[in-house]
């Protein structure tokens, strides 16, 4: 029999297929997520997910030492049986590589997670490598004249600059300073423990790109479009993605360039998320992450190419090679509209010449502040069509769509 232990959060466990799993033999399966999102995943994916437990802790190292504790008890119940370690949450990669190392079981280890987990980290890797990255540099919150400190981060990276946490997820922290005025705002603002670092802010078109990787070798890689960076999330833009057909230019760029970033940190096996920019001729790494898409992106694959992301990644920690298709049984895109400022007095559907399905979090009558991150969204949207331009030409149209108007 083997037990997969999934540390999770609720979100992450919508996105399985779960008639897939269901359907899987000699496989028992434990999630373990905080405890304010226990009840919730009992009642909702209970009949997946029939043992779950709730870690009480708020800290990165209580989820783990209490994890560990349970884990222990399963294994001493389950003598003999095989254990594997799965994780798709950006904020328990870590923790899902300490567990793997602390009972000796297969999957990245510690090492190998963080080298797509610290964004100074990989940033340093690949320059050395001699892929292009953002100038960048730790942000060092104990200088005493910020003055000073602020002149010599424009010396090196040009004004504007980005600051944000190095191991941080969906933009959280992510700022662009323009001005000394904003820098020291920054400073006050940041937590000190917590890891900062600035880079260059780069003028471009983002890109993301989606793989899987079997035996150190790419076996299915998707270059997507974004309609707006995930920063502009935060000033009421959409964050929405296209899978582009691989015959384009940019696709075959894009698709060598993220081959060549998993080369050099490293990577063997799992699921991978890459952003970069197009500036002018050149490709620019923005991070990558050992994990599949968030937001809508694993549905919008599924639909496109007939494979759930998660459980793909899940079957691999398992030790099975998957068989994946590349053709398209129909062009899709996906995406996320922010919630805005004030009270929602309308929610607007787009007028698009694909058929497309909305989500809504949220109802008229609600009021918001401006996003603080990928976390804080109005709706979502999943839209198809067999004709690959004109998906696209709705796609540009989402570019400076607002979902919702308020007063």
């Known amino acids: 029999m083997k037990n997969v232990v999934i540390t999770s959060t609720y979100t992450k466990l919508s996105h399985y297929n779960r008639e897939q799993l269901s359907q899987m033999e000699d496989v028992n399966f434990f999630v373990i997520v905080r405890e304010s999102e226990r009840l919730s995943v009992e009642r909702d994916f209970g009949e997946t997910f029939p043992n779950v437990f709730g870690i009480q802790g708020t800290s990165e190292e209580e989820f783990f030492q209490e994890s560990k504790s349970y884990i222990s008890k399963l294994i001493t119940q389950k003598e003999g049986e095989s254990f594997y370690i799965v994780t798709m949450a950006e904020d328990l990669l870590l923790v899902a590589a300490r567990l793997r190392e602390a009972f000796n079981l297969t999957g990245m280890n510690f090492e190998q997670t963080y080298r797509f987990r610290n964004k100074g980290e990989m940033k340093n890797i690949l320059q050395k490598a001699n892929i292009r990255v953002p100038y960048f540099g730790k942000l060092e919150l104990s200088k005493p004249n910020h003055n000073i400190y602020f002149e010599e981060i424009v010396a090196e990276v040009g004004l504007p600059f980005i ?161 994946l298709s590349k053709t398209a049984r129909v062009h899709c895109f996906s995406g996320i509209f922010p919630v805005l400022p004030g009270t929602a007095t309308e929610l607007i559907e787009p007028k698009l010449q694909s058929g497309y399905d909305m989500s809504w979090n949220i109802q008229q009558g609600q009021q918001f502040d401006s996003a603080g991150s990928l976390r804080d969204i109005a709706g979502s949207i999943l839209a198809t069509n067999q004709c690959f331009d004109t998906l696209r030409e709705d796609f540009h149209k989402l570019i400076d769509f607002h979902a919702v108007s308020c007063a």
Do not use: W
Not at 166 to 182: L, Q, R
Not at 269 to 278: I, T
């Open 163 to 323: 600051v944000k946490p190095t191991m941080m997820a969906c933009s959280n922290g992510v700022s662009k300073i323009e001005s000394f005025e904003a820098f020291t705002a920054y400073l006050d603002d940041a937590q000190p423990a917590v890891e900062y670092g600035y880079e260059e802010f780069i003028s471009g078109k983002l890109y993301h790109c989606d793989s899987i990787v079997s035996n150190g070798e790419v076996i299915f890689s998707s270059a997507c479009e974004y309609t707006n960076e995930n920063m502009h999330f935060q000033e009421g833009k959409s964050v929405i993605s296209m899978p582009l057909p691989d015959d384009l230019t940019i696709s075959q760029e894009i698709l060598a360039f993220n081959k060549a970033v998993l080369k050099e940190l490293g990577m063997e096996q799992g699921v991978n998320h890459l952003e970069v920019f197009k500036k002018g001729e050149e490709l620019v790494f923005l991070e990558v992450a050992c994990r599949a898409p968030g937001a809508v992106v694993v549905p919008m694959y599924e639909r496109q190419f007939g494979f759930n992301f998660l459980n793909i990644n899940l079957e691999m920690e398992l030790g099975k090679v998957p068989n």
